[in-house]
């Protein structure tokens, strides 16, 4: 199975630029330089789509990105950047007609149930047209699960003073896998041992200084370093990492992602 990775979104709680601010990034003329909030939408040999959390911008990534259906969401955790954009998976629903499926651990289905109290669609009901109409699935870190031919296993990171999930994700009957790693401050040592063998990383790198929350870029190569995919691309940068200055002192094999990259996974 052929999986395409699309870069939703590669900036931070922010988003790049950030109101008001005339600095070099945020007013730059490179639209690499645009960073919406962190999101990848993952697309299966079969034409199924996998979103990996739902931001703000949903709406406006789904159009940029040309998607035009949303299988199943993973979330990683339940910060506003990374699950507010749920009330747009309605025009998913209403277009191809059934309850979306969302993976989460415990906790942010907790927060994802208070907030969007209206979206769950209980096994004994319809679906109502004009809400956004999910189930909801707990999982673990470390206990791999099956979705649509892929084989998912959940990661656990750390995100300052909590645990929150990244994703291994590949073909359940073999092929090249790929790993989805934001909102990072630092990655256990379990979790290397977790992504041995990953061809394509994706990883947390928010700017050159460090942040209690977040991994800094040369935080983010050292461990990229550790887990030694065959190709990685950083995520999650705010506006003190300008898209082309950076990538040109950087490996060819880590470079910074940007907003509308398409990956295809098992070739660099």
């Not at 919406?36 to 940029?64: H, K, W, Y």
């Not at 206990?143 to 296993?153: D, H, N």
């Not at 256990?188 to 977790?194: K, W």
Request: proline residues 8%.
């Amino acid at each position: 199975m052929q999986l395409q990775l699309m870069f939703l979104g590669t900036g931070t709680s922010q988003g790049v630029p950030i109101i008001g601010c005339p600095c070099p990034v945020c007013t730059s003329a490179d639209p690499r330089d645009r960073r919406m909030r962190p999101s990848v939408a993952l697309r299966t040999g079969d034409g199924r789509v996998v979103l990996i959390d739902t931001t703000p911008e949903l709406r406006l990534q789904a159009l940029a990105a040309g998607l035009t259906r949303c299988d199943a969401v993973l979330y990683t955790h339940h910060h506003a950047d990374h699950v507010m954009g749920m009330d747009d998976l309605r025009a998913f629903n209403q277009r191809n007609g059934h309850v979306i499926p969302c993976y989460a651990d415990e906790r942010t289905i907790e927060n994802l149930r208070r907030i969007f109290y209206y979206a769950e669609v209980p096994a004994d009901q319809p679906r109502h047209p004009d809400r956004p109409g999910v189930s909801f699935h707990a999982v673990q870190a470390a206990q791999p699960f099956e979705l649509l031919g892929l084989r998912i296993t959940p990661l656990p990171l750390e995100h300052y003073r909590i645990r929150i999930l990244g994703y291994r994700i590949e073909p359940a009957d073999g092929g090249p896998a790929l790993a989805y790693c934001t909102d990072v401050s630092a990655v256990p040592e379990e979790t290397v041992a977790m992504l041995a063998g990953v061809d394509t990383l994706v990883l947390g790198a928010l700017r050159h200084r460090p942040h209690p929350a977040h991994m800094s870029l040369s935080q983010s190569l050292e461990a990229a370093g550790r887990i030694a995919a065959g190709r990685t691309w950083f995520t999650h940068m705010n506006h003190d990492l300008p898209h082309a200055a950076t990538n040109a002192a950087l490996p060819p094999d880590k470079q910074l992602a940007h907003d509308g990259l398409t990956v295809t996974i098992g070739h660099l």
